[in-house]
């Protein structure tokens, strides 16, 4: 495991370390085991109820499989006795079986959204019930079509036993017990395959063959009774849990409200929220009336949602490998059982074996055993070799260690068929193709126990139901289909709500979600809509005035697929000698403000390039004209060409590319070695869902359409207190601006706020091992809303891994040569995003001395424009190759800090270093050199908007008056450490000074307010950043209230970036420039809160060693034997 390649992959949970004296809640009940997913405190989960409650509904589902595999197969049994009375050839009835098949192939996807949409028991009573009417018919039928349709209708029935049972098992139990469970369930398929078979063979022989399926009809009608009462619905949507909480079982699999990452589905409306804790107080548990209740879920249907489920596995099963490869190892193994039931009946009948009815049906002892000792193998034995492992990896568990038990029924299963097959046509005698078949039941057993537990610990449960709901829900309301979805979204309470439930002082607030949508083309109607998801009802609905929301990616595509066939596009391409449209690209950006359309349409501008070849790089061929079009009409406005003195400028042909296959032979991967990144005994970091520890670090991680990662309740433990402080509620980048420094036309509209604009979950990229993360990772995916409703995966969104970071402290006492030094570790968590052509790499990082730090290391592609041969780059821009022009830019972020330093009520304090104002010589400073640090408090929100001074090395400190460090008596706090904080350069009543007023100022401090989140306003796109525009408010507007934001709850935007004036190092592509802001304790704890952390000698250091020790060695050998 110590392996720089290793990967903690999707599903990967924490299931403890093996030491039996851990206890809590959220372990079983050994106290050796911790529980995932985390049970909430209703006992109306079904992770919660009784054992007695989860076995009672889950042999009820057993049974029913059984009696499906029955049915299905027990038929092989009568094909004599039935062939014999009826004429029936024996094609016709293995047409027959193959007919129960692809009833059962086309069932799973016409009717496994039923399970979603209505639950589990409405549609586990219309398929016993219709096995029933099934098993009646199959006793009195009399021709072939009869015969054929009702093998059709049972396999039909049949397939919801095996669109159900898995979700079963997740509703009801936990990661290190689904194996075990599953294996249960292949018992019961394996009985019903081949057990079933010994008495429907003496009921052959003694009541003849149509009273086998009679009795099918009574046993089907018994469990019919038994789902009425005694099966209880397990489907559970935690509508009433808060933002962050683990949805209650991962696989409801497409179903549950809350999952993955925050539900990293919703633009962010509010503060993002921890988990409940478990001692809150307990919702009433259901009756056994409310319990046994069949139509509960029936609110949910739509033919929307259940053709959305119908389709949706075609594409999972394309794009998850865990889907695809349970679905191929299953499909097979079906293929096999098929095999041996229907050739067994025909060729155990003939000579040289002639068995009898009952003789057919004993055969089946052979498989049978072999499939009970793979159940057994690949259930119980596989949940306890996962447990083991984990054990073994300081309690990491990922779903890909159940398949390391898939060897031995591997080889098995195929040797056990060659035996069978080889044997019959030998006329080996019977005893030989028994033990073949019992080898085959074997794996027939095991394998499907394993990969079906292997893709319910691996499947992600999205957040896709959710945004389904809201989206049908809101396309009831308006009575129409013609929506645009730019967003869906979370609408959590308010904070003073939230404050009160989770104090128990008052009731839990209903689930909202939040979305905004657009109708109409040419004058596109704008709507924020709130739905309260606990009544399933939308509360409001609010059309806006002269404002546009984010453009999404589908919005972005538009551009260059209808530009590319414009004529107007076309002629200008022509002019300049391109006439192959394929090899020009567009890179859409919001246009700013364009007053030739104000707010009547939703606008793009269009940058374009040249690309010689699929992998060229664009940027160094770039045209010289814009094109505007509009988003909702998909119609190009306008093709704006820039002339120069009446010319026309050429495409710079010159090549400038850096992909490998341009480079060849020119790397020297000779001139470094590797490095391999080894943690042996596991990370240091466990995750719960989706919060985490880490070194005494606490907090939740979230994920978001517009703001990408989201930190939330970060809290710290202080090791001389021995208690848990809070520092921050919630973390986030809100906005950046780039603002492009050349007046000439078209860079004056280039202004993009990436956040606001476009959305920088959106942009977000799926990271790669070893390339954009590097050691022993821990990724988490992104679920995404699309513009019809639907949702996106973004794999590996999030990256998760420590580094070391240098050192932590270090002393040598010069008079003893006694050296103290310790090595300190950062926790990484980060994301990269692609804003068409920057790339931003966000890395939030937390250090053992309690120090958070924002690192943003911009990379990429410089925004080219082609020079006319009478232009000169300068003084606004650098001609960066041949021809190509790279404009002066900037960029600025907003990084918004919600503290809650040790308590609620905050002050920010500013901080200056100045010279003491006592003269030389005086009593005070004799002799000058006193200098302090002058502290001056924000009062109101117009105090709160400051910037920084290089001259006194400013600083703020978010301190906490209420709470004093014992030692200093000073107030506990955090100071804000901002050195890398540019002005915005853009002059005042500018276009980009108005739009981007956040940039102004290097911070801003408010009075926290529910639903005030971004600085530029939450409608970016087109904004005219007019102050006290109703529908679209900015840090501006909040500031002019001049509210009090002393001793309060308070919130920071802290503005910091880089001016970048374009280097002909940056081209082709920029080698990656950091840029930061740090939060750092400053009289929050009694002393150096990392004093826990073992000194480097204590510490075993395997790995490090001297750069040429074998050099050295050889020359001190050379030198002994001279000697």
Same mark, same amino acid.
């Given at each position: ?57 889950f ?63 409405p ?54 017990q ?50 009425l ?114 050739t ?11 068995f ?16 009970m ?35 031995i ?69 308006a009575?129409?289909d013609?929506?645009k979805f ?14 009160a439930?989770?104090?128990?002082a ?58 590319r ?64 079009t ?55 970091f ?13 907090m ?8 990408? &990662? !989201?930190? +939330?309740? #970060?809290?710290?433990?202080?090791? *001389? =207190? ?5 520092? @921050? ?46 050691g ?50 950062? &926790? !990484?968590? +980060?994301? #990269?995003?692609?804003?068409?052509? *920057? =790339? ?5 990082? @937390? ?59 905050n ?21 000058g ?19 920084y ?18 030692v ?70 909040w ?14 935007y ?70």
């Amino acid at each position: 495991m110590a392996d720089s390649s290793w990967e903690l992959p999707p599903g990967t949970v924490y299931l403890g370390n093996g030491h039996s004296d851990i206890s809590g809640s959220d372990r079983d009940v050994n106290g050796r085991v911790f529980l995932h997913p985390q049970p909430s405190n209703d006992p109306n989960e079904p992770l919660n109820w009784p054992i007695h409650e989860k076995a009672a509904n889950f042999s009820v589902a057993c049974l029913f499989t059984l009696m499906v595999f029955a049915t299905l197969d027990i038929g092989t049994v009568t094909w004599n006795a039935m062939g014999s009375e009826l004429g029936f050839e024996p094609d016709f009835l293995n047409a027959s079986y193959a007919a129960a098949l692809a009833g059962l192939a086309v069932g799973c996807v016409l009717f496994a959204p039923a399970a979603l949409v209505f639950g589990r028991k409405p549609v586990y009573l219309c398929a016993t019930l219709t096995m029933v009417l099934v098993n009646v018919g199959q006793a009195i039928f009399k021709t072939k079509a009869q015969y054929i349709v009702l093998q059709v209708l049972a396999g039909l029935a049949g397939s919801i036993n095996d669109t159900i049972i898995q979700i079963s098992i997740s509703d009801l139990f936990f990661v290190h017990q689904r194996a075990t469970l599953t294996g249960i369930y292949t018992t019961m398929v394996v009985i019903g395959t081949y057990l079933s078979m010994i008495p429907a063979g003496y009921i052959v022989m003694n009541q003849g063959w149509r009273w086998v399926w009679w009795w099918c009809a009574i046993l089907n009608s018994v469990i019919l009774i038994l789902f009425l009462f005694a099966y209880g619905e397990t489907r559970y949507r935690k509508s009433e849990c808060f933002i962050g909480e683990e949805p209650s079982t991962p696989a409801a699999v497409l179903e549950d409200i809350e999952k993955k990452i925050d539900t990293a589905t919703l633009c962010p409306d509010a503060q993002q929220r921890i988990p409940i804790p478990s001692e809150q107080r307990t919702p009433t548990r259901k009756t056994y009336i409310q319990r046994m209740t069949i139509f509960g879920s029936f609110s949910d249907f739509s033919v929307h949602s259940y053709w959305q489920h119908m389709w949706r596995p075609f594409i999972l099963f394309f794009r998850i490998p865990a889907v695809a490869f349970t679905a191929i190892e299953y499909s097979f193994i079906l293929c096999w059982v098929a095999v041996l039931a229907t050739t067994q009946p025909i060729l155990f009948a003939q000579p040289p074996y002639n068995f009898s009815s009952i003789g057919v049906g004993n055969i089946n002892v052979a498989p049978f055993i072999g499939a009970m000792a793979g159940s057994a193998y690949g259930g119980p034995l596989n949940d306890l070799y996962v447990v083991f492992i984990a054990w073994r990896r300081e309690g990491i568990y990922h779903p890909e260690t159940r398949l390391h038990m898939l060897i031995i029924p591997m080889l098995l299963m195929p040797l056990g068929l060659f035996l069978y097959g080889i044997s019959i046509a030998k006329s080996q005698p019977w005893i030989v193709p028994l033990i073949g078949s019992g080898l085959a039941g074997f794996g027939i057993g095991a394998v499907p126990a394993i990969t079906l537990s292997y893709f319910a610990d691996s499947y992600h449960p999205l957040s896709i139901e959710e945004i389904h709901l809201v989206a049908n829900l809101i396309r009831q309301h308006a009575a129409s289909d013609r929506l645009k979805f730019n967003c869906i979204t979370l609408h959590e309470p308010t904070k003073a709500e939230y404050t009160a439930f989770r104090s128990h002082a008052g009731p839990r607030p209903d689930r909202r979600a939040f979305a905004i949508v657009i109708q109409g083309k040419h004058s596109p109607q704008v709507s924020e809509v709130v739905v309260n998801l606990t009544s399933r009802q939308v509360e409001s609905w609010k059309d806006l005035a002269n404002v546009m929301p984010t453009l999404t990616l589908d919005d972005l595509d538009v551009t260059e697929q209808i530009a590319r066939k414009d004529p107007r596009v076309i002629e200008v391409c022509r002019e300049i000698g391109i006439t192959d449209m394929s090899k020009v690209y567009f890179d859409a950006w919001a246009i700013g403000i364009d007053e030739r359309w104000g707010f009547e349409r939703r606008l793009q501008q269009a940058l374009p390039y040249y690309r010689s070849s699929r992998y060229d790089n664009q940027y160094a061929h770039p045209l010289d004209f814009t094109v505007v079009t509009d988003t909702e009409a998909q119609e190009i406005l306008s093709v704006d060409v820039r002339r120069v003195n009446g010319e026309r400028t050429a495409v710079p042909r010159d090549e400038h590319n850096y992909l490998p296959q341009f480079i060849g032979n020119s790397y020297r991967p000779e001139r470094l070695k590797p490095i391999d990144i080894t943690q042996p005994q596991g990370v240091s970091f466990r995750m719960n869902g989706n919060e985490i520890d880490w070194a005494g670090f606490k907090m939740h991680i979230g994920f978001n359409y517009r703001e990408g &990662l !989201v930190l +939330s309740d #970060i809290r710290a433990h202080d090791p *001389y =207190e021995e208690r848990e402080r809070m520092l @921050f509620n919630r973390i986030s980048v809100v906005e950046m601006v780039v603002p492009y420094g050349c007046p000439k036309p078209p860079h004056h509209k280039k202004h993009a706020f990436d956040v606001g604009e476009y959305g920088s979950g959106l942009m977000t990229n799926s990271l790669k091992l070893g390339c954009d993360c590097k050691g022993a990772i821990h990724y988490l995916d992104a679920v995404l809303p699309t513009a019809t409703g639907e949702a996106s995966i973004i794999e590996n969104a999030v990256c998760i891994h420590e580094e070391d970071n240098g050192l932590l402290y270090k002393h040598t006492d010069f008079r003893d040569g006694n050296v103290i030094s310790a090595r300190d570790r950062k &926790l !990484v968590i +980060s994301q #990269i995003i692609t804003a068409a052509n *920057y =790339e931003y790499a966000f890395y939030h990082t @937390f250090t053992l001395d309690g120090t958070y730090k924002l690192e943003i290391k911009l990379t990429g592609m410089l925004n080219t424009y082609p020079l006319h041969p009478s232009e000169q780059a300068a003084p606004y821009g650098t001609e960066v190759a041949r021809g190509i022009d790279a404009q002066n830019h900037q960029h600025i972020f907003s990084l918004r800090v919600d503290p809650e330093i040790d308590g609620p009520t905050n002050t920010v304090v500013q901080s200056d270093a100045v010279p003491s104002e006592e003269p030389v010589g005086s009593e005070a400073n004799p002799y000058g050199n006193g200098f302090y640090a002058k502290k001056t408090p924000l009062r109101t929100a117009k105090e709160g908007a400051t910037n920084y001074c290089h001259e006194t090395s400013r600083t703020w400190d978010i301190a906490n008056p209420n709470r004093l460090n014992p030692v200093s008596k000073k107030p506990v706090s955090y100071k804000i450490l901002n050195n890398n904080c540019p002005p915005l350069l853009a002059k005042p009543g500018s276009t980009v000074y108005n739009r981007a007023a956040f940039a102004r100022k290097s911070l801003w401090v408010l009075p926290y307010r529910d639903y005030e989140l971004f600085p530029a306003g939450r409608y970016v796109c087109q904004s005219t950043g007019e102050e006290g525009h109703p529908d679209n408010e900015t840090v501006v507007d909040w500031m002019n209230r001049d509210e009090g934001i002393e001793n309060t709850d308070i919130v920071c935007y802290v503005q910091f970036g880089l001016t970048h004036f374009p280097r002909t190092e940056d081209f082709p592509i920029m080698p990656a420039e950091p840029v930061s802001v740090m939060l750092r304790a400053a009289n929050f704890w009694q002393k150096n809160p990392a004093l826990w952390v073992p000194a480097s000698d204590l510490v075993r250091d395997v790995s490090s060693r001297d750069a040429f020790e074998k050099v050295v060695d050889a020359g001190r050998r050379l030198q002994n034997a001279k000697l």
